[in-house]
């Protein structure tokens, strides 16, 4: 939950903005191109300098959905305690927002994951591989068009024998 | 023994011909990863110049799986995430699901969850403590850690039946109330562990061969923990004064008399410390909650048509018979609104949240698991850096990294 002060002192700044409140979290939609200055306004601004997480919802066979990828930042300040959700939206072909490893270190490993799971590239990353996947894994797998199952990747992996090691 | 400033190394590394330096493979299988992690380590003799760890060999997809099991069945998946705290995992799921719902449960149900959760934090603390004295070398520690950790385990098992993976919660409740046998063996835990306390603290804290090995090693500092996400144990022991049981209180936390256990070391001898507080501190958590625990049912009512009603209602009313049949069809279930929603606990590691997303059906559109483990090993390289090699079990041990949490 943020301060009443903070989100009128962003509305200011920002009136592409838009804001909503659900459960007591407040949550900012931000559109794709002002994603960095946001951000950057909130960890130097705002002291939030706490990335909870990143992560990603494609919003495939969503109701009433407009955009394919709905990426997530969230926020925390550790002095105030107060938190925001950051969401902006990118589509396809070849989603791309810029990388926020440059204002917060933890952000390095999350971005991978992201790219990982949902194919979501991060400008500016210092290293931007696949985590939790072989190298060799060419699809994004928590996107909703990848069936549960897989695509028979798991069986036609690569068996090496003792022999031919 | 002396630290090696970090940024010399670096110089090290980048500015001269790298063709002495040696890479060596730790892991996959290894006993001092403890799970299944491999780090590609490039070493000058013994020192290390740099790690790189190579995650995800036991990633199953838990997080696609979210989306096709209902919310439920999926506390069944969050206990294999952290299966030393598997009672933490499926307190912060169902806090999620029941955020989404907008459902609070009864009081009981509350200090219940509270109590298995510090149980588990107990349980997963000692765990860590003991691979840290193992890895560096005191195997009686281990050993007297072991002992109340298999107390907890037989708690568990009175409480769900479950010694390992629990799957204790349940939208809206609990799978069973606790009984007078289990609180009672509650009690008697809470009665003889500080006894173990004081004999394991005697064997470790002023243990010179321990203390040279943690004490200096792998520091890390406040402003680097808030910078790349450190929560838990980890940044409270470098300085961070963050606790989502104090700064966030949710359940029953506002109740209890506990206090944050912090240090400004952040080396893993610090980390040791602040766990070995922690359980203190859970300890009184877990006194206080069962000598007060309340009264009443353990499940929200029917009326909130989340939580099957007994055998006893189906059968001789018929709002018990609606609702029993309105659970168990496939096509009703839940009402669940088609919003977004992140909820988050302290979970012995650090922050464990769920970011979920509900669609208006009984499973999640989107179950993202925010593993506080993930986040801990990316800061490894930072810290192991400069280090020599046989510091690198050490720090390794110290950040308590669960690979089925950080691959899931």
């Known amino acids: 939950m943020?301060?009443?002060?903070?989100?009128?002192?962003?509305?200011?700044l920002f009136p592409d903005v838009s804001f909503s409140e659900f459960r007591g979290q407040t949550r900012a939609v931000v559109p794709r191109r002002s994603i960095y200055q946001v951000l950057q306004t909130l960890k130097d601004r705002f002291a939030f300098d706490?990335?909870?997480?990143v992560t990603c919802?494609?919003?495939?066979?969503?109701?009433?959905?407009?955009?394919?990828f709905g990426l997530v930042y969230l926020l925390a300040n550790t002095q105030t305690n107060e938190r925001i959700i950051v969401r902006t939206f990118v589509n396809d072909p070849e989603p791309t927002v810029p990388s926020v490893v440059g204002l917060w270190e933890g952000a390095n490993w999350l971005e991978r994951e992201v790219w990982d799971l949902f194919g979501i590239r991060f400008e500016g990353h210092p290293d931007l591989r696949r985590i939790v996947l072989p190298e060799e894994f060419t699809a994004h797998p928590l996107r909703k068009d990848y069936p549960l199952q897989g695509r028979g990747e798991r069986h036609n992996f690569p068996v090496i024998t003792r022999a031919k090691s | 023994m002396p630290l090696t400033p970090v940024s010399s190394t670096r110089n090290l590394a980048h500015d001269e011909p790298q063709a002495y330096l040696w890479t060596m493979n730790f892991g996959p299988q290894h006993p001092a990863t403890h799970t299944t992690i491999r780090l590609v380590l490039k070493l000058d003799g013994e020192r290390v110049v740099d790690a790189m760890p190579?995650?995800?060999?036991?990633?199953?997809?838990?997080?696609?799986?979210?989306?096709?099991?209902?919310?439920?069945?999926?506390?069944?998946?969050?206990?294999?995430?952290?299966y030393c705290s598997p009672m933490a995992n499926n307190v912060a799921w169902h806090l999620a699901v029941e955020k989404l719902l907008g459902i609070e449960v009864p009081p009981r149900c509350?200090?219940?969850?509270?109590?298995?959760?510090?149980?588990?934090?107990?349980?997963?603390?000692?765990?860590?403590?003991?691979?840290?004295?193992?890895?560096?070398?005191?195997?009686?520690?281990?050993?007297?850690?072991?002992?109340?950790?298999?107390?907890?385990?037989?708690?568990f098992e009175a409480l769900c039946g479950a010694r390992f993976t629990n799957s204790y919660t349940r939208v809206g409740g609990l799978m069973y109330d606790a009984t007078p046998k289990a609180i009672e063996m509650i009690r008697e835990f809470v009665r003889g562990l500080p006894k173990a306390l004081v004999d394991m603290r005697r064997l470790l804290d002023g243990n010179r061969i321990f203390v040279e090995r943690t004490r200096g090693i792998g520091v890390l500092t406040r402003e680097e923990a808030v910078n790349r996400?450190?929560?838990?144990?980890?940044?409270?022991?470098?300085?961070?004064?963050r606790d989502l049981r104090k700064d966030e209180p949710y359940l029953t936390y506002r109740d209890f008399d506990f206090d944050v256990c912090c240090a400004q070391e952040g080396d893993c001898y610090a980390r040791y410390l602040v766990r070995m507080a922690e359980i203190?501190?859970?300890?009184?958590?877990?006194?206080?909650?069962?000598?007060n625990l309340p009264s009443g049912p353990v499940n929200v009512g029917i009326d909130q048509r989340v939580i099957l009603p007994e055998r006893r209602q189906v059968y001789s009313t018929i709002e018990g018979l609606i609702s029993h049949f309105e659970l168990s069809m496939s096509n009703r279930g839940f009402v669940v609104p088609c919003e977004e929603v992140y909820s988050a606990t302290e979970a012995p590691n650090g922050e464990l949240g769920f970011y979920l997303v509900g669609d208006g059906t009984n499973t999640a559109y989107r179950a993202r698991c925010r593993p506080p483990s993930l986040l801990n090993l990316a800061l490894f390289p930072h810290l192991v850096r400069g280090h020599a090699l046989s510091d690198v079990v050490a720090v390794m041990s110290s950040l308590n990294i669960i690979a089925a949490e950080l691959d899931r």
């Open chain 2, 280 to 291: 203190e501190e859970s300890l009184k958590i877990v006194r206080q909650a069962v000598e």
């Open chain 2, 54 to 82: 190579d995650i995800g060999y036991l990633h199953s997809g838990f997080e696609k799986l979210g989306e096709h099991l209902d919310f439920n069945q999926y506390v069944t998946v969050t206990d294999r995430m952290n």
């Open chain 2, 229 to 241: 996400s450190i929560t838990g144990p980890i940044a409270r022991a470098a300085g961070v004064t």
């Open chain 1, 50 to 53: 706490l990335l909870v997480d």
């Open chain 1, 2 to 12: 943020a301060e009443p002060a903070t989100i009128a002192a962003l509305k200011a």
């Open chain 2, 110 to 155: 509350q200090y219940l969850r509270v109590i298995v959760a510090e149980l588990a934090r107990i349980s997963d603390h000692l765990v860590c403590n003991a691979a840290v004295g193992l890895d560096t070398g005191a195997f009686t520690f281990f050993v007297y850690a072991f002992n109340p950790r298999e107390q907890i385990y037989d708690i």
């Open chain 1, 57 to 68: 919802v494609d919003y495939l066979h969503y109701r009433g959905a407009k955009d394919r």
